[in-house]
T-cell receptor
Framework: DTGVSQDPRHKITKRGQNVTFRCDPISEHNRLYWYRQTLGQGPEFLTY????????KSRLLSDRFSAERPKGSFSTLEIQRTEQGDSAMYLCASSLEEGTGKYGQYFGPGTRLTVT | QKEVEQDPGPLSVPEGAIVSLNCTYSNSAFQYFMWYRQYSRKGPELLMY????GNKEDGRFTAQVDKSSKYISLFIRDSQPSDSATYLC???????????FGSGTRLLVRP
């Protein structure tokens, strides 16, 4: 399977704990995105990387959230001191950069976070 | 007001019907328009991708973009029960920039 993969698929944590999610993009894709989706809503943009550089962060990404993409391959999203409002599906997507003629962002299966 | 508006449905149709799904948007800078299908508790799956205005067809799916009206549509011909899912429209200002999604329309195709 050469699609986007995410780990873990489900995470249940207690309020105040830290959690970390991992995303492995499609191998030739140099752009990687994180989105958050709550029930009944479309995904909302959080941040994206081109190779290892983080190019934009949404205002939704509070200082409790941090994302990294060392060496421009996989990415991690960490949430510190989780709150119940962080409960959501965290989606990762990848794409080729603009100008390549190949379009579209391809999503992974998501990590469902439940904060109790 | 949201940048992208989409009727949440649910839309219930009999098998074999033609389905029409729509989104409106307010940002005239959007140039790339996508439709995703999402099954319950799964990630979105890219269905169609259109640049600027016009039509694009792929099998049973046709995507239309009318930039003058800021309105996009997805048509599904000969709908099947397996098409039952939530359909999300998404847009961006360039081909590899962040996507702005509608809230999704839930479609149910009855056998």
């Amino acid at each position: 399977d050469t699609g986007v993969s995410q780990d873990p698929r489900h995470k249940i944590t207690k309020r105040g704990q830290n959690v970390t999610f991992r995303c492995d993009p499609i191998s030739e894709h140099n752009r990687l995105y994180w989105y958050r989706q709550t029930l009944g809503q479309g995904p909302e943009f959080l941040t994206y990387f081109q190779n290892e550089a983080q190019l934009e962060k949404s205002r939704l990404l509070s200082d409790r959230f941090s994302a990294e993409r060392p060496k421009g391959s996989f990415s991690t999203l960490e949430i510190q001191r989780t709150e119940q409002g962080d409960s959501a599906m965290y989606l990762c997507a990848s794409s080729l950069e603009e100008g390549t003629g190949k379009y579209g962002q391809y999503f992974g299966p998501g990590t469902r976070l439940t904060v109790t | 007001q949201k940048e992208v508006e989409q009727d949440p449905g649910p839309l219930s149709v009999p098998e074999g019907a033609i389905v029409s799904l729509n989104c409106t948007y307010s940002n005239s800078a959007f140039q790339y328009f996508m439709w995703y299908r999402q099954y319950s508790r799964k990630g979105p799956e890219l269905l169609m991708y259109t640049y600027s205005s016009g039509n694009k067809e792929d099998g049973r799916f046709t995507a239309q973009v009318d930039k003058s009206s800021k309105y996009i549509s997805l048509f599904i011909r000969d709908s099947q029960p397996s098409d039952s899912a939530t359909y999300l429209c998404a847009m961006s200002e360039d081909s590899s920039y962040k996507l702005i999604f509608g809230s999704g329309t839930r479609l149910l195709v009855r056998p």
